[in-house]
């Protein structure tokens, strides 16, 4: 015989069984990706731009000077791409590919930045051996493509927070300013 209460309570406990799951996968890709290549940071989801079961961007600050860096990882290709502005008022885009390599060793790939003609790179291993580093300033960032025969990446940056750089260093060149406004979170220029 058929007992609604029965099937109420199975239904019940499967569907907290199944948002408990849910809840846990997500919890334990956005762990993953936060930890993935970290260099001794703490990576945090910027929460605008938060993509479930995605590659969102994560936000962090230097240790020693404050600088606000943001990336998006792809742990599938092993790929960090982060961008931060320099003390020129430059954007900076770091591409990483996560593989143990021989100091001083490079391989080639090709790069499309913005709407400039694609040219030929090197992606060149770290000191330490963890991977291969290609750096790139602009004064603007829109896209990036990049080719080798390890990966494929494709970036807008449309999609991602960049005025919110400029903005915080904005407000660290002028910290005496902001704090006189009563804004408590402002970190005072320190990388001349």
């Excluded at 029965?6 to 019940?12: D, E, R």
């Amino acid at each position: 015989m058929f007992s609604f209460t029965s099937f109420f309570k199975a239904f019940s406990v499967a569907l907290i069984l199944g948002v408990c799951a849910v809840l846990f996968a997500l919890w334990q890709h956005s762990s993953s990706q936060l930890n993935y290549a970290s260099r001794d940071m703490d990576w945090e989801w910027s929460w605008m731009y938060y993509e479930p079961f995605s590659n969102g961007i994560q936000t962090t600050r230097t240790k020693d000077t404050k600088q606000l860096l943001f990336r998006r990882v792809d742990t599938s290709s092993k790929l960090t791409t982060v961008v931060n502005i320099t003390y020129t008022n430059k954007l900076e885009i770091i591409v990483t590919y996560e593989d143990s390599c021989v100091s001083g060793s490079f391989f080639p790939a090709t790069l499309k930045l913005n709407q400039t003609p694609q040219q030929q790179i090197n992606f060149q291993c770290e000191k330490n051996g963890r991977g291969y580093l290609f750096r790139r300033t602009a004064n603007q960032l829109t896209s990036v493509q990049i080719k080798s025969d390890k990966f494929e990446l494709k970036e807008n940056f449309s999609e991602w927070p960049i005025d919110e750089l400029k903005k915080d260093q904005f407000i660290q060149q002028h910290s005496n300013f902001f704090k006189g406004k009563g804004q408590s979170d402002v970190y005072e220029w320190s990388r001349d």
